[in-house]
């Protein structure tokens, strides 16, 4: 099994660029969530999806935006990028609340 | 969520058992200790967890006190590759506990040869 699957691995933006960092999964997880990691602040949940068409939004969520049309893909929207967007993004998933989380290799965003 | 408080850093020699310490004094019944560890540039690892019995697995063993207030993550024997750091989060498993993991910032650990 693949797991969890991010892409792009790197990606670097100039402000005002909009991209998608895309996660798909093959566990067949309800649970899906995107988290940004900045250095000495962990990690912060920025949205969440318990089940395909049903999303919510986390601690950080401004200037995201995610959809969740297939039990699979959770695909993270930047619509208009800005510098302080620069982190480290990890996908994850899981198959409830308090249920092991599972998670992607992280993509590294830098917004210039 | 209960709190938790980890040291920020520690040490363990190649072949010797790691003991990492967590402090979760506020922790309430219905919560479960969950340690993760994070190797550099990588995504958080799931190790274990429990409740209020001591468990193992292939990774690791997690000791609860009886009171519930703290609890020790053991890496039996450590290796180069233990070199993470490890996060003790406390949260419940009902739907009203929220999605969100509060990592912290964790224990540095590094194991030497």
């Known amino acids: 099994n693949a797991g969890v699957t991010q892409t792009p691995k790197f990606q670097v933006l100039k402000t005002g660029q909009s991209m998608t960092l895309q996660c798909a999964q093959d566990?067949?997880?309800?649970?899906m969530s995107w988290y940004r990691q900045d250095p000495g602040m962990g990690l912060r949940l920025i949205h969440y999806s318990v089940g395909a068409g049903i999303t919510d939004q986390g601690e950080v969520p401004n200037g995201y935006n995610v959809s969740r049309s297939t039990t699979e893909d959770f695909p993270l929207r930047l619509l208009s990028a800005a510098p302080s967007q620069t982190s480290v993004y990890f996908c994850?998933?899981?198959w409830g609340i308090g249920e092991k989380l599972f998670f992607g290799s992280g993509t590294q965003l830098s917004v210039l | 969520d209960a709190k938790t408080t980890q040291p920020t850093s520690m040490d363990c020699a190649e072949g010797r058992a790691a003991n990492l310490p967590c402090n979760h004094s506020?922790?309430?019944?219905?919560?479960?200790v969950y340690w993760y560890r994070q190797i550099h540039s990588q995504g958080p690892q799931y190790i274990i967890h429990g409740l209020k019995n001591n468990e193992t697995n292939e990774m690791a063993s997690l000791i609860i006190t009886e009171d519930r207030k703290s609890s020790t993550l053991i890496l039996p024997h450590a290796t180069l590759r233990d070199t993470a750091v490890y996060y003790c989060i406390v949260r419940g498993r009902a739907r009203n506990s929220g999605y969100a993991l509060n990592f912290g910032k964790g224990t540095s650990l590094l194991v030497t040869p």
């Open positions: 994850a998933s899981s």
């Open positions: 566990m067949n997880h309800e649970y």
């Open positions: 506020t922790i309430s019944g219905n919560e479960y």
